[in-house]
């Protein structure tokens, strides 16, 4: 199984917008809604920010939304802030019942 | 409040061999599917494997861990297991247990510290 792809980085200025994209396959990404978003910080646990391509957990700030089109998921955090600097990492259930992640995002705040 | 608590890491020998543990509290444990996520250092996230609540699914990324690492969990315990055989260097990383919102195709709503496994001579 493949890992998703990612870009390394991406960037933006406080209060702007930005948009993290995962491309992946027809087994994974494509083949259902079960895309998940996590926020990591420098030497801390990953953080559940969206779940089934655009649900935010409770507690998660509405300034972060996901989409997905064909084999292609994304993130997108509005307004940001300075705490949104951080790594983001997608995730997508497979039509054999695994999980995979992307390589992972890494977000800078300007 | 939701927590858990990995033990278990540490340095071990190509070869070796090492039995982490995830303590959970917090919720009902038997009632969710828990997984181990894997992360290198410097590296991503690695899916390693998930049980469901009853113990009786498990699934492995057969890529990197088949036939090596053991998923089990004692629900008398709110403990969740991993026994990892055959250890190998590319296999040192930190390893994070996380509870599923439900089953694991849900996404994982709480991870633990994780705990460091170090594979070398």
């Known amino acids: 199984q493949s890992a998703l792809t990612q870009p390394p980085s991406a960037s933006g200025s406080p209060g702007q917008s930005v948009t993290i994209s995962c491309a992946g396959a027809s087994s994974d990404v494509g083949a259902n809604s079960y895309v998940s978003w996590y926020q990591q910080h420098p030497g801390k646990a990953p953080k559940l920010m969206i779940y089934?391509?655009?649900k935010r957990p409770s507690g998660v700030p509405d300034r972060f939304s996901g989409s997905k089109s064909g084999n292609t998921a994304s993130l997108t955090v509005s307004g940001l802030q300075a705490d949104d600097e951080a790594d983001y990492y997608c995730s997508s259930y497979t039509v054999s019942s695994n999980l995979v992640f992307g390589g992972g995002t890494k977000l800078t705040v300007l | 409040e939701v927590q858990l608590l990995e033990s278990g890491g540490g340095l071990v020998q190509p070869g070796g061999s090492l039995r982490l543990s995830c303590a959970a509290s917090?919720?009902?444990?038997?009632?969710?599917?828990m997984t181990w996520v894997r992360q290198a250092p410097g590296k991503g996230l690695e899916w390693v494997s998930a049980i469901s609540g009853r113990g009786d699914i498990t699934t492995f990324n057969t890529d990197s861990v088949k036939g090596r690492f053991t998923i089990s969990r004692d629900n008398s315990k709110n403990t969740l297991y991993l026994q990892m055989n055959s250890l190998r260097a590319e296999d040192t990383a930190i390893y994070y247990c996380?509870?599923?919102?439900?089953?694991?195709?849900?996404?994982?709503?709480?991870w633990g510290q994780g705990t460091l496994v170090t594979v070398s001579s």
């Open positions: 089934e391509v655009n």
């Open positions: 917090g919720f009902t444990f038997s009632d969710y599917t």
């Open positions: 996380a509870k599923a919102l439900l089953r694991l195709r849900d996404g994982c709503d709480y």
